[in-house]
């Protein structure tokens, strides 16, 4: 007959044996983490013999067997080289400097990540004695807990050890201040920092004002538009007492458009701190008067990989940033809509090799060449100058024409848009000539204008044979 304490103790049978099924596991793991940092370890003590055969003094030369080392290293366990590089120094010091921390790793005493804090914080004790005793009582109270616990109280016993003062660590940890991006999910992105504390902090508190004061103005735009709706008796509208509001005879009065933040405290942190950070000056601007503008001036760049099918509307997805990670739809679409210029990508539609680039304006170097070519516009007859005209497409780039100077060609802004409102046809043939048909169905041919060219006088002495002529040069592009 079945009861309930019978379930109760099958329970705790099971639970029980998965318990030692996940110990036995993490056992397992934790081994197999130490001989892999014994493995790391010995690779770096081989970069180091390396690098002291060395003759050369050159920094850049003396890093190299170490960065050989961690891209073979890291391309056989398919990671980044620079993170490998880390692997390295790190498995390098838990086995040198915390030798009993990689004993208690190997026989499943404590886990990866305890090593890991043992590590990072005790890296600062230089003095052997110090380390063997921060790592002593460290460990004994990692064999007991979580690494988040251990963490803090090793932080606590490395200060009490380290020789060191505060400020001259923080001088030097003050040289390691940098930023990163870590790419997300679903077209988002992490903006890292490491600086001063105080720094930081008053980052994050300024940020912290700035949207409560933002928060506090939505509050008052709410109570007014309450306040309104209960003077008017209707719903939030063009204040009564507005001899301007508009109104409709015989009907209430036109109701007004209202928006009310609905952004969290978070939301509005990140806002604001993106909008400065794209849009405002710092403080201490060295390049002004040598910078056009300072650096108030200097935009953010990014490169976006988007379908034509996507900026249609016919497709989701498929936009890239720099090749790195997603963009939504409508991001994609509005940086487009407001780009000064982009390129036109050709992929292979089975395999998706890309085939040719193109981009719909001229390059600085292609309107170059176009202006010493052309000289003036090159509509018959004109005389506009080249570099006050247009470049205009012989085939419409929107109709797949391409933008090189062999599609190209100087056009002043009447003549530009003659040519494609009256109905002239032009042919561009080699060498930049156009062929011209007239909606009258007559046809012109316009040349590059014709130069005199100089010529040194001759030296040689008669019957010498005539150099051979040169083949024209083709177009740089």
Request: hydrophobic residues 40%; contains cysteine.
């Amino acid at each position: 007959m079945f009861s309930p304490g019978d379930e109760s103790s099958e329970t705790a049978q099971r639970t029980a044996a998965f318990v030692r099924r996940l110990t036995a596991a993490r056992a397992e793991e934790a081994t197999a983490a130490a001989k892999t940092s014994a493995i790391l370890a010995e690779a770096y003590a081989f970069t180091v013999e390396q690098t002291e055969r060395l003759r050369s003094t050159s920094a850049k030369e003396r890093e190299m067997p170490l960065r050989a080392m961690a891209a073979e290293l890291a391309v056989a366990s398919r990671m980044n080289d620079r993170t490998m590089q880390t692997h390295l120094y790190d498995a390098h010091r838990l086995v040198n400097d915390f030798p009993d921390s990689w004993n208690a790793l190997h026989e499943g005493r404590i886990s990866r990540a305890h090593t890991a804090v043992i590590v990072d914080t005790g890296r600062e004790l230089d003095d052997s004695a110090a380390r063997g005793a921060f790592e002593h009582d460290v460990l004994a109270y990692a064999e007991t807990t979580s690494p988040a616990r251990v963490r803090s109280y090793a932080e606590q016993v490395a200060e009490n050890l380290n020789p060191r003062s505060i400020q001259e660590r923080h001088d030097d940890a003050v040289l390691d201040r940098r930023i990163w991006v870590d790419d997300l999910r679903d077209g988002m992105s992490m903006l890292g920092v490491i600086g001063p504390s105080v720094a930081v902090h008053g980052i994050y508190d300024r940020l912290t004002r700035q949207g409560k004061a933002i928060k506090a103005a939505d509050r008052a735009a709410r109570r007014e538009a309450t306040e309104r709706e209960g003077a008017c008796g209707a719903a939030p509208e063009i204040p009564c007492d507005d001899d301007t509001a508009p109104t409709v005879e015989g009907e209430a009065p036109v109701q007004e458009d209202l928006w009310f933040d609905e952004r969290s405290l978070n939301q509005i942190r990140t806002d604001v701190l993106l909008d400065m950070l794209l849009t405002a000056s710092p403080s201490v601007d060295p390049t002004r008067g040598v910078v056009e503008g300072g650096l108030g001036a200097i935009r953010g760049h990014v490169q976006v990989t988007v379908p034509a099918t996507t900026l249609a509307g016919t497709t989701l997805g498929g936009a890239q940033l720099n090749g790195k990670c997603a963009v939504d739809p409508e991001t994609a679409k509005i940086l487009a809509g407001n780009a000064p210029d982009f390129d036109r990508v050709f992929l292979d539609p089975i395999t998706g090799v890309v085939l040719a680039v193109d981009r719909r304006f001229a390059t600085p170097a292609q309107r170059r060449y176009l202006v010493a070519r052309d000289i003036r516009c090159r509509f018959p007859g004109c005389r506009r100058p080249a570099m006050d005209c247009d470049i205009d497409h012989r085939e419409d780039w929107a109709l797949g024409g391409k933008t090189d100077v062999e599609n190209l060609g100087a056009f002043c802004e009447s003549h530009h848009t003659l040519k494609q409102a009256a109905g002239w046809t032009v042919v561009q043939m080699p060498g930049g000539r156009l062929h011209f048909t007239a909606p009258s169905g007559l046809e012109y041919v316009e040349d590059p204008p014709p130069r005199v060219m100089f010529m040194p006088d001759r030296i040689g002495a008669p019957g010498d044979a005539d150099p051979p002529e040169a083949e024209a040069p083709a177009a740089p592009f």
